[in-house]
C-alpha cells in the first residue's frame, strides 16, 4: 500500500465511534459516526488471544461488556459471545465486540476513514502491531492513521509500515514531555501528535507547529463547541469528540 503523505485531518473525528450515543468502540457507533456527518472515527485495537486484531479500549473486558478479564485470554469467537451493549442500554443486547477486519469493512462500504489507535496487550505490544499491520496494509480506499500512547507500539508500527501515517499521544507529562515528544516524532517521521486537553496552551501548540507536526486533541469528556472554539484558535488541527450533535455545521 502507498499510504498518503499528506493526510488532511478533519476538525472533527468521532471518539470510539460516538462514545455517548452509542456503546463505544462497536459496529453501531461507528457507522452511527458516520451517519451523522463525520467522516473519521477514532477506534482502539488489541489482539485476542487467536490474534485477531478486536476492538476495546480498556486493558480488561470487565467495563464494556458481561466478560471478564484481558481479551488476550479468550479466542475471539469467545469474546463474540459477550454482550458490548448492556454497560450502555442498561439491558441485554445483541452487540458484540467487533473484530477490525468488520470495521475496515463497513469503512470500505461507505468511505468512512479511520484512526486506529494501538492500544498494548503487555508483552504482546509488537505482536498486537503485526497483526493489525497485517490487516491494513493493502487498503488505500479510506486514509487511516495510527495512534498510539506506547512507545514500543509507535516504534513498530514505523518501522513495519513507514508510508503510513503515525502520532504519538501524551496524556501526561511523567513519561515524556514535549520536547520529547517533537524529538521522537521528528526521529521516526511522525506527522501528527495527540495531546490530552489538559496539556493544551498556546506556548506548547506553538513550539509543536515549529515542527509542522499537526496536533489532535481528546478529553475525557466530551469537548463542547466554546472549548472546541477556543483550542481551534490555538492552533489545533482536530479534536476527538464523543457527542459532535452540537458542533457539526458551527466550527
Do not use: W
Not at 460516538?18 to 451517519?35: G, H
Not at 482536530?238 to 458551527?250: A, E, H, R, T, Y
Amino acid at each position: 500500500m502507498k499510504q498518503k503523505k499528506a493526510l488532511k485531518l478533519p476538525k472533527l473525528i468521532g471518539h470510539r465511534g460516538v462514545k455517548d450515543l452509542c456503546p463505544e468502540n462497536t459496529l453501531e457507533s461507528i457507522a452511527r459516526a458516520f451517519e451523522i456527518g463525520l467522516n473519521f472515527v477514532e477506534i482502539d485495537v488489541k489482539i485476542s488471544k487467536d490474534r485477531v486484531p478486536i476492538l476495546l479500549h480498556d486493558d480488561t473486558l470487565d467495563r464494556t461488556t458481561n466478560g471478564s478479564g484481558l481479551a488476550i485470554d479468550y479466542d475471539y469467537e469467545n469474546i463474540k459471545k459477550f454482550d458490548a451493549g448492556k454497560f450502555f442500554y442498561k439491558k441485554n443486547t445483541n452487540i458484540f465486540v467487533p473484530k477490525l477486519q468488520d470495521i475496515l469493512s463497513l469503512c470500505a462500504n461507505i468511505n468512512g476513514n479511520l484512526n486506529i489507535e494501538l492500544k498494548p496487550n503487555k508483552n504482546f505490544e509488537k505482536e498486537n502491531t503485526y497483526q493489525i499491520y497485517k490487516l491494513t496494509k493493502n487498503i488505500n480506499q479510506i486514509d487511516i492513521f495510527f495512534s498510539s500512547f506506547d512507545i514500543i507500539s509507535v516504534l513498530e508500527i514505523s518501522k513495519l509500515y513507514p508510508q503510513s501515517v503515525r502520532s504519538f499521544l501524551l496524556d501526561d507529562f511523567r513519561e515524556h514531555n514535549i520536547d520529547d515528544l517533537i524529538s521522537i516524532s521528528n526521529n521516526h517521521d511522525l506527522k501528527i501528535c495527540g495531546l490530552n486537553i489538559e496539556l493544551v496552551t498556546a506556548d506548547i501548540i506553538k513550539k509543536i507547529k515549529k515542527s509542522n507536526i499537526s496536533i489532535t486533541v481528546y478529553s475525557d469528556k466530551n469537548i463542547n463547541l466554546s472549548s472546541a472554539n477556543d483550542i481551534f484558535s490555538l492552533g489545533v488541527d482536530s479534536i476527538f469528540v464523543d457527542n459532535p450533535l452540537d458542533l457539526l455545521g458551527k466550527l
